[in-house]
């Protein structure tokens, strides 16, 4: 699992992937959240960093399937993963290092902004009138939602060799689990189980852990989710053997 792993982070950095979805992460997030948006954070002139892990969300749903589109598909295109699975490692270790690399990506495109952390603690009034356990647990929360998102990616790219098709079947099921569920319990037609539809989503335990309390239940949730399509990568995977 660790030679897929420096396998794909190479890849990543010798290409322009990485530098490009970081750098339009943080230009999208900062820009929205200090210029843009009717309620950033100068305008709002409360000391919270709200749009941001609003916005969040929403960017990774279409950066992170473009980060996983090519995981698979490309192998499966050129038939490099045939020469792969004749190495001495398993399917689930191949799945995992690729898995663990892109997840350190979305490491990578979050660390920067803490510097918008600062900068906020710095304008507090006074200075440092901020929520640090609601920040902490908003992070917590989008590297959960991140880790789930890289999983359901995994899974789109592993079923066409098509790229652009494996980003568009990503980005749907991304934004489905996002604000499907939420959608469909609002939709009055489950009677007395649409509670449980709605805690199927990932926004309703997103936003469960970005109030800043930790709840076994959500990272139980999240933990679920990302075995789900992991499995479902491996599932595949074996069949197309």
């Known amino acids: 699992m660790l030679s897929i792993y420096k396998k794909e982070i190479r890849s990543f950095l010798s290409s322009l992937i990485a530098y490009v979805v970081i750098i339009v ?4 997030i900062g820009l929205f959240a200090w210029i843009f948006a009717d309620g950033n954070i100068l305008a709002q002139g409360r000391a919270n960093l709200d ?16 980060i996983t589109m090519r995981s698979f598909a490309e192998e499966l295109k050129q038939g490099t993963y045939e020469i792969l699975s004749t190495k001495p490692i398993t399917d689930l270790q191949i799945i995992l290092g690729k898995f663990f690399a892109s997840v350190t990506l979305v490491i ?30 908003s992070y917590l929360g989008l590297l959960c939602l991140g880790m789930s998102y890289v999983s359901i990616g995994l899974f789109a790219s592993v079923i066409t060799p ?27 037609v489950f009677g007395g189980l649409d509670s449980f539809v709605q805690s199927l989503g990932i926004q309703y335990h997103y936003d469960s852990i970005s109030r800043g309390v930790v709840d076994t239940r959500d990272l139980i949730y999240f933990l679920s989710v990302v075995s789900v399509f992991l499995g479902l990568t491996s599932l595949i995977l074996t069949s197309k053997k």
């Not at 992460?25 to 999208?28: A, D, K, Q, R, Y």
């Not at 749009?51 to 473009?66: E, G, H, Q, R």
């Not at 803490?114 to 356990?133: C, E, K, R």
């Open 25 to 28: 992460f943080l230009l999208i």
């Open 51 to 66: 749009i941001l892990f609003f916005l969040a969300p929403w960017v990774f749903t279409f950066l992170i399937s473009a």
């Open 108 to 137: 990578f495109a979050l660390l920067p902004t803490f510097i918008y952390v600062y900068s906020v603690y710095q304008l507090g009034s006074p200075q440092g009138n901020l929520d640090m356990g609601a920040i902490m647990g």
């Open 162 to 188: 098509n790229q652009i098709v494996a980003f568009i079947l990503g980005l749907f099921l991304c934004f489905f689990f996002y604000v499907g569920f939420d959608q469909m319990s609002n939709l009055g």
